[in-house]
């Protein structure tokens, strides 16, 4: 995975604590700048200076592994981010080139502001080993101690180095999960508790994220153990950042795309300690409070699909996996299915998609509003026939009732559609 691109800034991670105004987070949408051009912060990382959060991260505009740019975004509520200048461009002739992928090996890049632009300084092994997937932890002890947390050795082994004080380079070899391959790696220290969250190694293909918990960095971590459903395979992200909020966090992965990889989206959820470990709560649509250090999901309401007007080679299919145990299937290439009686506020709405996709590549699916103009939604594979996932899409609903007729206009088949939610916010 490409995530590391925010290693050749170290300094930006350190001291990371960590066209109309969007109030919601909805993960796996395709999130906007304040100018309304697509976000570019994949694999990113995040500080705060003051009350201006940054968020830097690689641009793949270009669709390329190779690196393009480290871009920065500024926001004052995690929710409204302005694209600012590139905080680390290509230099010919270095390890950060147009020829490189920028994350190995690691390196440093310095500036005097959050944006920079940062002036590279090198790149080299820490402590002479392989490094591949990176993160960075800060403590709050009082000498602000911080680490470099990474996937080494093939990417078998997993290492948490000290820096020095500096921040310009690892000094001591803290802990090694001998064994562990793992990557993506985030920390969050709640109530003196360490916890490590990470993938494993499975391509850019999602898998079931874990966490790990220890009392000090350089003792003995807890077995792994899941975040979320391990069929859901982390709602297909992979971790990325892990931020603090309150006395819970924010999980911060990525929806990776690897044949889009500028289409590759963001998934944002809160990371809730209520029930004694941490665990993702699936939100299509969420809020943040960051002065209160709280979150509140969104409700919605619900239309199963089996209760809409089936057409063509659609079909009726049951499974006790679906909600209500039935869906409709074989939508697109002449079948359809249209949800009749949909209420709108005579705004865009978002509305959340659950479906399954048993494929090991990606589908879509049309959606029409009322007979209009069709609007395309990807749909990712789920990880099985059995497994459902949800996916957004912002329609604009008409005021009261509403049809919404999937998988017309398209000759490919789309996933099996369970039902749908429609939201107000």
């Known amino acids: 995975m490409i995530r590391a691109v925010l290693a050749t800034g170290f300094l930006t991670l350190l001291l990371a604590s960590l066209h109309a105004v969007a109030q919601v987070i909805v993960p796996g949408a395709a999130w906007t700048d304040t100018s309304g051009n697509v976000i570019q912060a994949h694999g990113g990382g995040f500080l705060k200076v003051g009350s201006t959060y940054y968020w830097f991260g690689e641009d793949k505009s270009a669709n390329s592994a190779l690196f393009k740019a480290v871009s920065c975004y500024t926001s004052s509520d995690l929710v409204n981010w302005a694209r600012q200048n590139d905080a680390l461009t290509p230099i010919n002739g270095t390890m950060i080139s147009t020829s490189d992928i920028v994350e190995r090996p690691k390196g440093v890049a310095t500036a005097t502001s959050p944006c920079g632009p940062y002036t590279y300084k090198a790149s080299w092994k820490p402590l002479g080993a392989d490094s591949r997937d990176m993160g960075l932890f800060q403590d709050n002890d009082s000498a602000q101690s911080s680490y470099l ?173 679906f909600s209500g145990g039935e869906a409709i299937g074989y939508l697109g290439n002449g079948g359809t299915v249209t949800i009749n009686n949909v209420q709108g506020t005579g705004a865009a709405q978002w509305v959340a998609l659950y479906y399954a996709n048993g494929d090991s590549t990606w589908r879509n699916v049309t959606v029409s509003v009322n007979g209009g103009a069709t609007v395309l939604v990807d749909q990712p594979d789920t990880g099985g026939g059995h497994v459902i996932l949800s996916v957004p899409v912002k329609l604009s609903l008409s005021s009261g009732s509403n049809n919404l007729t999937f998988g017309s206009g398209q000759s490919n088949y789309a996933g099996d559609l369970d039902k749908i939610i429609v939201y107000v916010d």
């Open 149 to 321: 947390l990474y996937a080494s050795d093939n990417n078998q082994n997993f290492k948490i180095t000290q820096l020095d004080s500096n921040y310009y380079n690892v000094t001591t070899q803290v802990n090694v999960l001998s064994g562990a391959t793992l990557e993506a790696p985030g920390m969050v220290k709640r109530n003196g508790v360490y916890y490590l969250f990470a993938s494993h190694t499975s391509g850019w293909d999602p898998n079931a994220n874990k966490f790990f918990s220890a009392q000090s960095l350089s003792g003995n971590w807890s077995s792994q153990a899941d975040i979320a459903p391990a069929n859901i395979r982390t709602y297909f992200s992979q971790n990325n950042y892990d931020m603090p909020l309150g006395s819970n966090a924010i999980y911060m992965g990525d929806r990776w795309r690897p044949s889009l990889l500028g289409s590759s989206r963001y998934i944002w959820y809160p990371l809730d300690w209520s029930s004694g470990s941490p665990q993702i709560v699936h939100a299509d649509v969420w809020k943040v409070n960051l002065s209160a250090g709280t979150y509140s999901v969104v409700n919605g309401t619900s239309y199963e699909a089996e209760s809409g007007t089936i057409g063509g080679n659609a079909t009726l299919l049951s499974d006790p996996s």
